[in-house]
């Protein structure tokens, strides 16, 4: 039972490229989430997705996509890398109903240059 | 919107010390708080409380949840090096997707 998992670990970017950022949990959970993690700012939600097929905006979605084609998988894109977008990137999911627990995958390092 | 305040932003103590992070939010439909302790990576969990005054525990750790004044602590008895991490801490409001804001964090530092 590997929980979640997030590939790539490290990725550096130009400014302009895009990139996709994969997210896979093995636990059956209905919901999946982005979040990225910047010093003194804690962790912000990008996206999230209460089911396959579903996404929608967190709290600074800009300049990201997110796609949940299957249940086990949620994907985040970048289409056009900025220094800005430079953060750890996490991803999280948990059962539906009243469990309010998230479990965190280990977080891609992005570096945009 | 919906806000959490944790104090102090960083720690350093040595072994054998008792430390108490404090966690205070603001938040619309409150439903739980969640303490996550991060080491070099991904976030783990440690507790989750959702009533006023009933201790969690774990080992050397505990929580208490104060609803009335909107704050948490969280004690660490006995510190060890092993404890040196950021600890977060996160609510939970009434959104339907379960939504959690966090905490900038505390950055605990035990020295031996």
């Known amino acids: 039972n590997a929980g979640v998992t997030q590939t790539p670990k490290f990725r550096v970017l130009k400014t302009g490229q895009s990139m996709t950022l994969l997210c896979a949990q093995d636990m059956n959970h209905e919901y999946m989430y982005w979040y990225r993690q910047d010093p003194g700012m804690g962790l912000r939600l990008i996206h999230y997705s209460v089911g396959e097929g579903t996404t929608a905006k967190g709290e600074v979605p800009d300049g990201y996509n997110v796609s949940r084609l299957k249940k086990q998988n949620f994907l985040l894109g970048l289409e056009s890398a900025a220094p800005s977008q430079t953060s750890v990137y996490f991803c999280?999911?948990?059962?539906?109903?009243?469990?309010?627990?998230?479990?965190f995958g280990p977080g891609t390092r992005l570096t945009v240059l | 919107e919906d806000k959490v305040v944790q104090s102090p932003l960083s720690l350093v103590v040595h072994e054998g010390d008792t430390v108490t992070l404090n966690c205070s939010y603001e938040?619309?439909?409150?439903?739980?708080l969640l303490w996550y302790k991060q080491e070099k990576k991904a976030p783990t969990f440690l507790f989750m409380l959702t009533s006023s005054g009933i201790e969690k525990k774990s080992g050397r750790l505990s929580s208490i949840l104060d609803k009335k004044e909107l704050f948490s602590i969280l004690n660490i008895t006995a510190t060890q090096t092993g404890d040196s991490a950021v600890y977060l801490c996160a609510v939970k409001g009434g959104t339907s997707y379960g939504k959690l804001t966090f905490g900038q964090g505390t950055i605990l530092t035990v020295h031996p």
């Open positions: 938040v619309t439909n409150f439903r739980s």
């Open positions: 999280a999911s948990r059962t539906g109903g009243s469990a309010d627990t998230q479990y």
